[in-house]
């Protein structure tokens, strides 16, 4: 040996586990797990090892191979809390919901502070509709951490879907603060505003959005978007943009190109409302039409069951109803995908409780969006969208990443099995005045724009003795009206809110005391605007631009009243005042809308149910295009 030789030490334990690190934080994630395997072929209990091959087959997706390794280091090492809280990764992304919370919960005692863990259990326990111990989850961690951007983004949230606005719109402003740029963060301010009536910088924050939007930033959530003035390429626009965040494509899809040969063609639809709730009220009598000599109907229910009579009704409308909440999005797809659907009917789309992510994985040769969610999901997992040439006209088109399928009159459908009660409430039972017009507005409060609210009040001033019909809400979206009709110079008294009734059939009955259904904008009336035409009472919309601007239209036309469709605030409010001065005139238009609920298509079920089948073996034959004549069934 020289003299000038040297013997190199081997590399520490940390140059190698730091190496490994590296690999790993960088992307390197299978080069990663070499370096790992060998530190573990050294020490078979190396603790940090088995955890990070974990961490690597985890990223892989390689679920059950990852879940094996991770019990070998809980056994190595069980005081390890990051241990517990990749088993409970594991148990999650495996569907195993409830394994995953205790593994959570033993991180927790080990570690009470763990602020992932605090931050991906509120999460999961949301999930599961544990609303509250979601949001006890997160309000601790917002006590370690108060600018925890995720943390107040999701209490924020969960505060909001358990209607306490005096507390989620002061959480979503601290968000904000936090970070101006937060994902979605404005649009969840904006909307969480307008679900109480609360339209402090509203058409401020509505233009930063939409010039959000257009800058390809994630500035609001694309259901936000519908109630905030935008075109229907912006509502393109924040699709594509949400769809590539939250819902890419899987990269194995479960149908490979097969053709099942079924006798019956066989339809799927997927909803978390197969209860009571207003998309299952529309399609009830559609489920129970449908041929079935020639479909074969299966109902993948993802939401809670509220044991009501008429979900019992529901679970009869099909051939099979399965009940598969429980179940990750994976395997609700891979049931599907066992099934052999032929048609796969996606009846949330983004709505609350959907479930994109089933349809990124491709469990049917034919998925389609309809009726739930209106408008586009930004997304190449769908093949196709129901529509109308009302709601999507042809030069719309290229805002949908969907293939557009037109309905021959209305997308929407109605249950023309469903009965108004013969029984008509008296005005002072519903706490109307015995004189004056009655301007009916039934719709969600954050479908109320101000500039439509000031429209409203103008009409109250040229019509004394008048009130403003809307729906019961939450005491501060109350108060938030009645503050605003005083600031317009109205009486707050002239608001009168209805109260709940058991029954829908009593509930149409009210209808018969109002003068004219007043139609919300940008965000139409859908469900409560075919109410209202079916009980009779006409409906003066403003027709917009995006597809939940246009619905009203969609069923004015389809009623044979297209003469009570506006383009403009203006046109809206001068044709209310003009029906309420010109009672002959008003009379006709009631006279006439009797007169076509059996003549014209909106109310023939039967009709829509053609319709709708027709589209499914044109889908199903593969038609391409959006000029299948389905008008001819």
Not at 216 to 223: E, I, N, T, V, Y
């Amino acid at each position: 040996m020289s003299k000038n030789s040297k013997i190199k030490p081997a590399p520490s334990i940390d140059r190698e586990r730091d190496r490994a690190a590296r690999l790993f934080n960088s992307g390197q994630v299978r080069e990663a797990e070499v370096a790992f395997r060998n530190m573990l072929l050294k020490n078979r209990n190396d603790a940090f090892a088995i955890y990070h091959i974990t961490l690597c087959l985890y990223v892989q997706q390689k679920h059950v191979d990852a879940l094996r390794m991770i019990e070998r280091g809980l056994g190595v090492a069980p005081g390890f809390a990051p241990n517990w809280y990749a088993q409970a990764m594991l148990f999650k992304a495996l569907g195993r919901n409830l394994d995953a919370l205790q593994s959570y919960d033993q991180a927790l005692r080990i570690a009470p502070d763990y602020q992932d863990v605090l931050l991906n259990s509120g999460v999961l326990l949301r999930e599961v509709w544990r609303h509250h111990e979601s949001l006890e989850r997160f309000e601790r961690l917002l006590a370690i951490n108060p600018v925890h951007e995720a943390a107040l983004a999701n209490c924020a949230t969960l505060l909001d879907q358990l209607s306490r606005p005096d507390r989620s719109i002061p959480m979503f402003e601290r968000l904000l603060q936090v970070n101006r740029r937060h994902p979605y963060g404005l649009g969840m301010l904006a909307y969480d505003r307008l679900r109480s009536c609360d339209w402090t910088d509203h058409e401020t924050l509505a233009q930063e959005i939409v010039e959000g939007i257009r800058a390809g930033r994630k500035s609001c959530r694309p259901f936000a978007l519908m109630a905030i003035p935008s075109s229907a390429s912006d509502h393109g626009l924040a699709a594509r943009t949400f769809a590539q965040d939250k819902f890419p494509t899987a990269s194995f899809p479960l149908w490979r190109g097969e053709r099942y040969g079924h006798s019956r063609l066989r339809v799927a639809y997927v909803s978390p409302d197969f209860r009571e709730h207003p998309v299952s009220h529309l399609m009830t009598g559609i489920f129970q039409r449908h041929d079935r000599s020639r479909f074969e109907t299966i109902a993948i229910s993802i939401g809670m069951n509220d044991h009501s009579d008429f979900r019992a009704r529901l679970e009869q409308s099909f051939d099979q109803f399965l009940d598969l909440a429980p179940l990750s999005s994976l395997q609700i797809a891979q049931r599907i995908r066992e099934l052999e659907v032929d048609v796969l009917v996606d009846l949330a789309g983004y709505t609350s409780d959907g479930r994109p992510d089933i349809f990124t994985h491709r469990p049917a040769p034919v998925q389609v969006g309809f009726l739930g969610y209106p408008g586009t999901l930004g997304s190449q997992t769908m093949d196709y969208i129901l529509a109308d040439r009302h709601v999507i006209p042809p030069e719309h088109k290229a805002s949908y990443a969907e293939e557009v399928v037109y309905l021959p009159d209305t997308y929407l459908p109605t249950d023309s099995g469903l009965k108004v009660s013969p029984n008509t409430p008296t005005r002072s039972e519903c706490g109307l005045p015995e004189e004056g017009a009655v301007l009916c507005a039934f719709s969600h409060n954050f479908k109320i724009h101000p500039a439509l609210f000031a429209t409203w009040m103008r009409l109250l001033h040229q019509a004394p003795g008048g009130v403003l019909w809307l729906a019961a809400r939450d005491g501060p979206m109350r108060d938030n009206l009645r503050s605003a009709a005083l600031a317009h110079g109205v009486d707050p008294a002239r608001l009168v809110f209805a109260k709940r009734v058991p029954r829908v059939e009593d509930h149409l009955a009210r209808y018969r005391l109002a003068d004219l259904f007043l139609d919300t904008w940008p965000y139409n009336a859908h469900t409560t605007a075919a109410d209202a035409l079916s009980a009779g009472l006409p409906v003066v919309t403003l027709q917009g631009d995006a597809f939940p601007a246009r619905v009203a239209a969609s069923l004015l036309h389809a009623i044979g009243l297209p003469e009570l469709i506006t383009t403009s605030m203006h046109g809206y409010e001068v044709l209310v005042q003009q029906l309420l001065s010109d009672r002959p005139r008003l009379a006709d238009i009631k006279m006439r809308l009797g007169a076509n609920k059996t003549t014209q298509p909106l109310f023939d079920s039967d009709r829509f149910c053609k319709s709708i089948e027709a589209a499914f073996v044109a889908m199903h034959g593969g038609v391409r295009h959006a000029q299948a004549d389905l008008a001819n069934v």
